[in-house]
């Protein structure tokens, strides 16, 4: 049960801020999750909304490696809610289960090809110390150039976010999703 009473709608927030809620259910279908909390301040879910349409749509980041950097913060994070909407998306993305299993497990990503492998160790690093190796910074930073090592932090570090939210105020997953292990 969440701390707060959940917004899940029009009626939940004043008339004067329909429009964001509208925006909401635009991306998403409906209100749920990290942002049944921000709706409570519906000037900060207008801000951060437009990061989740950037980073599906106009991510120079693919979507699969994309998520694997996204499932990597959010394990980290162990924020239940995110991590199993987040593995659904990550399947529809493409990416496969074992990674998806590894990332659940805190495995080892030695096993994993470079990129994944790489992406895996510097969102981790980020996640655990706030810093990255030098090696495996300039690894990803080679393949892929500046904007694409930005973009990846910046993703990983915005679910990392919406990870804080979910866990401070409790918002539980959903029953279907995926879970993390107990």
Known sequence: MPRVAPITGKADVPAEHHAVVDAVVGVFGNVRGPFSMLLHSPKLAERILPLVTFFRD????AAPLRSVAILAAVRERE????WAAQVAAARRNGLKDEVIDLLRAKGDPARLGA???DI????RQLMRTNRAD??????LLQRHGVQWLLELT????YFAMLSGV???????APPDGDRLPA
């Open 58 to 61: 106009d991510s120079v980041v």
């Open 79 to 82: 924020a239940a809610y995110v």
């Open 115 to 117: 990129d994944e492998r």
């Open 120 to 123: 895996v160790t510097y969102v």
């Open 134 to 139: 030098q090696a495996v910074f300039d690894a």
């Open 154 to 157: 910046a993703a990983a570090n």
């Open 166 to 172: 979910v866990n401070a105020f409790e918002v539980a």
